[in-house]
């Protein structure tokens, strides 16, 4: 078995948008998400984010449009055969201009987005082959044994190409780390439509150390893939902790009552505690099954356990 390593992960920066970390070079057009100042190709001062070059591009667009509004005006004015004309083609031209410049001043949030769309689809290529340079970079730094710093560059890279080769990646190595509960780690962004045992295996490790990243994209993976899990050496075990950690809320338990049921005589003390407690708590709610399992296990296993007991007396049972 392969040692895992004791490491410190830096917390992960949300963004609103995954964009908001892309950058591009102003010298060679290179996209990177890693990249902080200098560009990785051309190795100038040169990045900026890509909202900002977008923006840049907006004003050049709007400054032309007023630009031909002024050329208009300019034409009705020498055009203009009297004063009057003359007078009304300024008022004019100068109400045109205002409207112009309040419509784009009110539309420009929609025309940005508008516009990094359009930079996106202008510079596809680069920018597929500025992400796949970002990737290739995080595994020289995974060769040269900095396996920390390769799993926050492939974390970065993974906000925007979902690809389930760069999941995997990501999982090997948290895979290769002593996980801890105060890390800051994720769940959802790494699941997959196929079964993988190594995403079963992460997922077996949260489910004791951080069972509220397990949610509802979580539980349905374990469902579809129950049966290769229990093929898997410590798949029970896996799906027990899974069901362990549906107990968590009463919602859970809810919608997954068969995953619950199939599990709940395996359950900890802890957890099947938990999950006894909700059960007492919503007796008119239609578990079903699972309320007969529950019961059975408890008069089975804990019915003079004290904290049970506890509980009964605390629901006055």
């Not at 200098?38 to 909202?51: D, F, N, R, T």
């Not at 950690?245 to 957890?271: C, E, N, Q």
């Amino acid at each position: 078995m392969t040692k895992k390593l004791p490491v410190l992960l830096n917390p992960y920066i949300k963004a609103r948008y995954p964009y908001n970390k892309l950058k591009i070079c102003r010298r060679c057009n290179y996209f990177t998400v890693l990249g902080d100042a200098k560009c990785p190709i051309c190795g100038k001062a040169a990045l900026q984010s890509v909202e900002k070059r977008a923006s840049s591009m907006l004003q050049r667009s709007m400054w032309k449009a007023r630009l031909i509004a002024l050329l208009i005006i300019g034409a009705g004015l020498a055009m203009s055969g009297s004063t009057m004309q003359s007078s009304l083609s300024a008022a004019g031209g100068l109400a045109l201009l205002a409207l112009l410049w309040t419509i784009q001043r009110r539309s420009t949030p929609a025309l940005l987005r508008l516009q990094l769309q359009k930079l996106f689809q202008n510079e596809a290529y680069t920018l597929i082959a500025g992400l796949v340079n970002d990737r290739d970079s995080a595994i020289q730094v995974f060769h040269s044994g900095n396996k920390p710093l390769a799993y926050e560059m492939l974390r970065e890279i993974g906000a925007l190409v979902h690809t389930d080769q760069l999941r995997i990646e990501q999982i090997l190595l948290l895979q290769s780390f002593v996980l801890r509960k105060d890390m800051d780690l994720m769940l959802d962004p790494l699941l997959m439509d196929h079964f993988n045992p190594d995403l079963v295996e992460y997922i077996g490790e949260l489910a004791k150390i951080r069972r509220d990243l397990l949610k509802e994209n979580t539980f349905r993976y374990i469902l579809v893939h129950e049966a290769q899990i229990l093929k898997m050496e410590h798949g029970e075990n896996i799906l027990v902790g899974v069901a362990g950690a549906a107990v968590r809320m009463k919602r859970y338990v809810a919608l997954y009552p068969y995953l619950v049921l199939r599990y709940a005589r395996k359950l900890p003390k802890d957890r099947f505690l938990r999950l006894y407690r909700i059960i007492q708590s919503s007796p008119n709610a239609s578990f079903g099954p699972l309320y007969e399992e529950v019961m059975n296990t408890y008069n089975e296993k804990f019915k003079w356990d004290e904290d049970f007991q506890r509980a009964g007396k605390d629901r006055g049972l």
